[in-house]
């Protein structure tokens, strides 16, 4: 494996946020405006999130390279799994990453399209790389991911600067693509596909901290939610080959890994077949074969739709205790009314009884949700539905968006987006207040308690505190004391007090 350095917007004050907030959607970080949008991400290991983190060079072979590339990325975790993926193409390829924007050949951006916000803060980071273009003239611009697959060339249009679009399902025709653009034509590859899933290729890690790493186990979504453009960008839902997502999980414990985050749009449908055997692997299956690896591999995994998450799937994760106990289960309202035109598929009761069956299998499973405010049509009475929908639940964390028309969906094209700006941004703020005290009361609950914690390395703050997470994805502080341990290891660990992000604690040997 080659010098790889590809690099991600990070700052290291929304890292030491993050890393030391609660759990994960997917390991967030934001910035500015994308801050602003989302307005509360206490970590979500999914998607939304992580806009940046470094890949940390992989080792040194000495190899030299003609052409350096950089990446960042932006949006939801599968779009940072994308990445990892993208590296490995172009680095087989003979393209080596670069941390340094100066140094690279070749500039990529992997978009999101999932809200108005997220597609601008692409369009003004393309603007500031309009001073390098002037001062490297051979330097080409790529757009990657959901933002190329939804504007297609009209991109090309809009911004003059960019010289290659690709989307979720074309990165093995980017060595292509950027030998087109070399000779002076836009290259463009946005085609879907019903069977890529990029089983074959080894990611190279976002190396972060060389004890978590995301495995893609499908691409896309069946589910057409109404408000919803992943289906439009990331095509239809497919199954990834489960022997290559064990094999790809074994080889991340035996390099040192020690927690895994299965990853999709909605993992409990995963549904693959094996030819040899005939045998049919369902979600619940595919996660004990995970967990089966070794009891030192911790298992995540993100998300879970409500109407697909089974009682298989909570008798697995009751039956390994390294399947850690944590789901986030996304309502987006609690009105029954709002939740059809949303095309949820499930009620509020529906919901509810889920959550309440959760807890009678999983009594100490967190349990997160994201939430939409400002949806067409949400009258007050809709979102008080949804207000006492989360008093009910009470939930651990919660990601809470004000409602964004993207075009194309069946929202844009069936109702009028009619709630004033101010009026979503109202109800978000609503029920931001109600989800801190929840938060508060989550994180109070777990003082005086004892907790296995992974340890995930030093804490931003000082190098003689560790920063680990405990099973329910809650992120812990604590002293190193004298004891001989290392990132990767598993401690007890005392909790003694908290803030509203994080558990502090003491080693409890
Ligand atoms: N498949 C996952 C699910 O169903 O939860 C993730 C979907 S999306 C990447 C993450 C979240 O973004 C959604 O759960 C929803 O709350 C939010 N979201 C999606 N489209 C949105 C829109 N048009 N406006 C505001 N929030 C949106
Ligand atoms: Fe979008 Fe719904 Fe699919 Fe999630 S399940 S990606 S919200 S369409």
């Known amino acids: 494996m080659a010098n790889l350095g590809v690099m991600f917007k990070f700052s290291q004050t929304d890292a030491d946020n993050l890393a030391q907030s609660a759990s994960f959607y997917l390991f967030l970080h934001f910035k500015n405006s994308y801050w602003m949008e989302i307005l509360e991400l206490k970590g979500k290991v999914h998607d939304e999130s992580r806009q940046g983190e470094a890949f940390l060079p992989v080792q040194t072979t000495g190899e030299t390279y003609q052409k350096r590339f950089y990446i960042e990325s932006y949006g939801c975790a599968m779009n940072f799994a994308d990445s990892e993926v993208i590296a ?51 330097l080409l611009i790529g757009m990657l991911g959901c933002m190329a697959e939804r504007l297609k060339d009209k991109l090309l249009e809009e911004e ?42 080894s990611p190279i890690r976002l190396d972060s901290n060389g004890v978590c790493a995301f495995v893609s186990i499908m691409r896309g979504c069946n589910n057409m939610c109404s408000f919803c453009v992943v289906p439009f960008t990331r095509g239809r839902e497919r199954s990834r080959d489960a022997n290559s997502i064990v094999l790809e999980a074994e080889s991340l414990f035996h390099g040192g890994y020690r927690e895994v985050t299965l990853l999709g749009q909605n993992v409990d449908s995963y549904y693959w ?66 939740l059809q035109l949303m095309n949820r598929t499930y009620t509020r009761e529906w919901y509810i009884a889920k959550i309440d069956r959760i807890r009678e299998l999983l009594p100490m499973a967190g349990i ?48 009028t987006d009619d709630i004033p700006e101010e009026v979503k941004k109202s109800r978000l703020h609503e029920i931001i207040a109600l989800h801190r005290i929840h938060s508060l009361e989550s994180m109070q609950r777990d003082v005086n308690k004892t907790f296995t914690v992974l340890i995930e390395g030093n804490s931003k703050k000082s190098d003689t505190d560790w920063h680990g997470r405990t099973d329910h994805n809650k992120v812990v502080i604590f002293p190193k004391e004298n004891y001989p341990l290392n990132k990767g290891d598993y401690v007890q660990v005392h909790i003694h007090s908290c803030t509203a992000g994080t558990l502090l604690g003491i080693i409890n040997n």
Request: aromatic share 10%; hydrophobic share 35%; with cysteine.
């Open 368 to 415: 997160s949700t994201d939430m939409i405010t400002g949806f067409c049509t949400e009258t007050d009475q809709d979102h008080r539905d949804s207000y006492s929908l989360m008093e009910y639940c009470k939930y651990d964390l919660a990601y809470m968006y004000y409602y964004s028309e993207r075009p194309g969906t069946l929202a844009e094209r069936r109702y």
């Open 160 to 201: 003059k600067l960019v010289d290659i679009i690709v989307g979720p399902d074309a990165y093995r025709s980017l060595p292509d693509l950027i030998a087109e653009a070399e000779t002076g034509q836009k290259a463009v590859n946005v085609l879907l596909s019903r069977d890529e899933t990029y089983a074959d290729i």
């Open 273 to 338: 077949i094996d030819e040899q055997t005939n045998e049919t692997i369902t979600f619940a299956m595919l996660l004990e074969k995970v967990a089966k690896i070794s009891p030192l591999l911790r298992v995540r995994f993100s998300t879970s739709h409500p109407k697909d998450i089974t009682d298989e799937v909570l008798f697995t994760m009751a039956r390994y205790d390294n399947i850690c106990k944590y789901i986030h289960l996304p309502v987006q309202s609690g009105s029954n009314r709002i």
């Open 88 to 138: 490995s193409i172009l680095n087989t390829e003979g393209f080596g990453a670069t941390r340094n924007l100066e140094e690279a050949d070749l500039l990529f951006l992997n978009t999101c399209s999932i809200r108005d916000k997220a597609e601008q803060t692409v369009r003004k980071r393309l603007t500031e790389f309009r001073s390098l273009k002037k001062k490297k003239p051979g």
